[in-house]
């Protein structure tokens, strides 16, 4: 695009001439200056909301960490977990444990401990946490766990 000079004012009118400015851009200067500033903001405030997610996943894990401790005050044995990140405010937490421990009748402790858990977080932290349990057994496929949108598999911490 040609910018306006001198030399080409003329050739509209000869009561008009070019504004003096310290600094002169043109309209594609313009434009750039939008774009350049538009990828920044928006990398800025992807990195702002990665960071937070990362946040909560990391309370998220600490949260599983010490439901697992539980686990073991009862007696009971886990076997897995895993998160589904509905939003960056929203997980699920699926603890499979053994067969007979899901199946236990002092098992119905560990829902009301995650009940409390879960308030909690939404209550104090805006989070909400859901914990899902079922029995891991021979047949169990990970893989299915996976494609019910369960991507991450907490590492177990003996």
């Known amino acids: 695009m040609k910018t306006l000079d001198s030399t080409t ?20 200067d313009l434009i750039n200056a939008y774009l350049v500033g538009k990828k920044q903001a928006i990398k800025a405030t992807q990195e702002e909301k990665f960071d937070k997610l990362r946040k909560t996943v990391k309370r998220i894990s600490d ?12 007696g009971f044995r886990l076997q897995h977990n895993f998160l589904k990140i509905k939003n960056p405010t929203s997980f699920e937490i699926l ?7 899901f199946l236990h009748k002092n098992f119905i402790e560990i829902y009301k401990k995650a009940v409390e858990i879960e308030t909690k977080e939404q209550n104090e ?12 057994n ?14 991450l598999k907490h590492k177990q911490i003996s």
């Open 138 to 151: 021979k047949e169990s496929d990970e893989r299915l766990v996976f494609n019910d949108g369960f991507a």
């Open 95 to 101: 603890t499979f444990v053994r067969e007979k421990d």
């Open 125 to 136: 932290n805006n989070i909400s946490v859901q914990f899902i349990f079922s029995d891991w």
């Open 9 to 28: 004012t003329h050739k509209f009118d000869k009561n008009w001439e070019i504004a003096t400015t310290n600094k002169s851009f043109s309209s594609d």
């Open 63 to 74: 949260i599983t960490i010490e439901f697992d401790k539980l686990l073991k005050e009862y």
